[in-house]
């Protein structure tokens, strides 16, 4: 099984890119989120990897962390009806942290906002994810509790971030999208009045 590839990028667009290993070309589907993550063509990146295969094709998804693959997986293996694309295209729409924060609070209303994911769907995401995702998140806060974690904060900074935004007027997606970026320029251990401070400047 291919768990991650690690290679030269040589080309990407916002859902795909091409990496060459050892003479070999893999193309792999990937969220948006993951290509805003994506280095300069011509330079070494690592993917984790889902490989589906199905009677007439074979297809690699990659994702720039390990956490969001074991999201892309949860989502594709336990929600009936829920294939790669309606999970990749969710997976492009909002972070992982705030998917998992809708579904952990049972939020159906913020999972339907994502193409392809109608309200019948999102009730079922939150029924077939929710105490695995609750499960996860419980995890973090403890072990960051213990280890004092710089991952487990960013995530909850960046979640709280989002609803400020939210609450100060702009949607779900335009307010991801933008603590995101804040994200990738402050870092993970950036402080919520920092990410919003960011999101609004950039």
């Known amino acids: 099984m291919i768990v991650a590839i690690k290679g030269i990028l040589v080309s990407s667009t916002p859902l795909s890119a091409v990496i060459e290993c050892g003479g070999i070309f893999y193309e792999l589907n990937i969220p948006l989120t993951t290509a805003e993550r994506l280095p300069a063509h011509g ?16 297809t690699l998804y990659g994702f720039a962390s390990a956490e969001d693959r074991d999201f892309f997986k949860l989502i594709i293996e336990k929600v009936s009806g829920v294939g790669p694309k309606i999970a990749l295209n969710a ?5 992982v942290s705030t998917l998992s924060d809708a579904i952990a609070s049972g939020d159906s209303a913020m999972l339907a906002k994502c193409p392809g994911i109608g309200r019948k769907t999102a009730e079922r995401m939150v029924l077939e994810l929710r105490g695995s995702i609750a499960g996860t998140v419980n995890s973090a806060a403890e ?15 960046a979640s709280d971030a989002v609803a400020a935004l939210v609450a100060l007027g702009l949607k779900l997606p335009d307010a991801d999208k933008a603590v995101r970026a804040a994200m990738l320029k402050l870092g993970p251990d950036a402080s919520t009045e920092s990410l919003v401070k960011s999101a609004f400047t950039s």
Do not use: F, K
């Open 43 to 58: 330079t070494e990146v690592l993917l984790h990897t889902v490989a589906v295969y199905r009677e007439d094709s074979q």
């Open 91 to 95: 997976m492009s729409r909002m972070s």
């Open 143 to 157: 072990h960051s509790a213990a280890s004092l974690s710089a991952s487990a904060p960013g995530r909850s900074n």
